[in-house]
């Protein structure tokens, strides 16, 4: 039997409740700030993300979905989905916007990982990109939408880790001083980090392994080898989020696992399980656009995984509105009723009511037994008798009374009664 592939998952119907209601919330939210959709496709020129992400990262190095065309062009999955937004805003010109330039997006994004809770190799996103603006004042704003994005879910429980790496002009030094605290200490690395200690330090700091985070607890921390601008960029962005009252924490091991990020960079975590369970992050990536072709072109952004907001919103037991089902049943016996619920079926749901009915020459009573199993309030009933006087019986599946409605005054009964 044929099954889905590893780290891919359906999404069945009792599922789609919790889908729909992040997405309505992720859009709500975006009203609220000024953020308009944008949706890229779903694959890109592979040179994209090996460009913008990072050769050496583990994205761009283990994790990418990459594959030749007919036409012998390598293309890739979407991996993430800042990179294609800015690609697109250097495509169709968004330069000539207002700045900051406002973009959402809810996408699947594919990536070749370890399959965990949460997170899938195919799983969903949004995400959000403020381009054009480099005042700290929009930093403060895009972690301030973040963070109420999971309070508008009903998620609580959460803590916000804030970090500056700095730029190009400081981090190098940085990043020496990161290189020589490991190479006294090689021998106890895992095999990741010595391989990251050469390629990526970085990401030295955001090692999941025990005995790894001993010692990135101890490494140097990147906000004393800021620059004056990266520093004052900080320290204005942590008085921003004063001023909004955001409960952040400074958190130097956070780095993220892109090598486009500059200066600030953000998570939210749950307070019980820590980074391994992010919901969401992002920060700033000052020098992507210009990697990418285009002019100098501050940016910063933020990125939630749906599947991990799911799961939160099951383990705190937030309600969600549950999908509207139609509300009315048409049941019929013999083949002139039949016609007759055909035709009353399309009639009503042009009218706006949402409507099930019975198909084949089943009894009447296993036609209604069937209308309970679906959860209707109401069951429409025609026979001869009916088809003949014009009417049909309404059936009150709650309290099993029966009244005889006219054929004319159907819509008006279920109006009345069922909104």
């Known amino acids: 039997m044929y099954q889905a592939p590893r ?5 069945l119907p009792e599922e789609q409740p919790y889908l729909r209601f992040v997405e309505v919330k992720a859009s709500e939210l975006c009203a609220r700030y000024g953020y308009e959709r944008i949706d890229t496709p779903v694959f890109e020129d592979a040179r994209l993300f090996t460009r913008s992400v990072g050769a050496e990262t583990d994205i761009v190095a283990k994790e990418m979905y990459t594959f030749a065309d007919r036409g012998g062009d390598e293309l890739t999955l979407r991996p993430e ?3 294609p937004v800015c690609r697109a805003y250097l495509e169709h010109g968004m330069a000539t916007r207002t700045k900051p330039v406002k973009l959402y997006y809810i996408t699947p994004i594919f990536r070749y990982d370890r399959p965990q809770a949460g997170r899938y190799r195919q799983h969903h996103q949004f995400g959000f990109e403020a381009i054009g603006e480099a005042d700290p004042a929009i930093d403060a704003e895009v972690i301030d939408m973040a963070w109420r994005f999971y309070g508008l879910l009903g998620i609580g429980e959460l803590t916000l880790q804030l970090n500056s790496i700095g730029c190009s002009a400081c981090r190098s030094t940085y990043l020496d001083a990161l290189r020589s605290y490991y190479a006294v200490h090689l021998a106890i690395l895992c095999d990741d980090c010595t391989e990251r200690q050469v390629r990526n330090p970085l990401r ?17 921390k990147s906000i004393d080898y800021l620059c004056p601008e990266c520093r004052a960029h900080f320290e204005k962005l ?13 958190n130097h091991r956070l780095v993220r696992g892109l090598d486009y990020y500059t200066r600030t960079v953000f998570e939210v975590q749950p307070l019980s399980e820590g980074a391994q369970s992010t919901l969401g992050g992002g920060g700033r990536y000052d ?6 072709g285009g002019p100098p072109t501050p940016a910063l952004g933020f990125a ?3 599947e991990r907001i799911i799961i939160n919103l099951k383990k705190q037991g937030v309600k969600i509105p549950e999908a509207r089902r139609p509300d009315v049943f048409i049941a019929h016996i013999g083949k002139a009723a039949q016609d007759e619920a055909v035709a009353l079926a399309a009639r009503l749901r042009l009218s706006g009511i949402g409507v099930l009915q019975s198909y ?8 209604l037994r069937q209308a309970g199993s679906l959860g209707v309030r109401y069951a429409l009933i025609t026979g001869d008798d009916e088809v003949n006087s014009g009417s049909v019986i309404r059936r009150d599946m709650t309290t099993s009374e029966q009244i005889i409605v006219p054929l004319a005054d159907v819509e008006r009964s279920l109006g009345a009664q069922s909104g």
Do not use: F, M
């Open 7 to 11: 780290g891919t998952q359906d999404i």
């Open 81 to 83: 989905g800042t990179a």
């Open 204 to 220: 030295l700091l955001d090692c999941k392994r025990p005995g790894c985070q001993a010692l990135a607890e101890a490494a140097p």
């Open 238 to 250: 942590t008085h921003y989020l004063g001023r909004l009252k955001l409960p952040y924490a400074v």
């Open 287 to 292: 020098g992507l656009i210009e990697a990418l």
């Open 304 to 306: 939630t995984g749906i």
């Open 360 to 367: 084949g020459e089943r009894s009447l009573k296993a036609q």
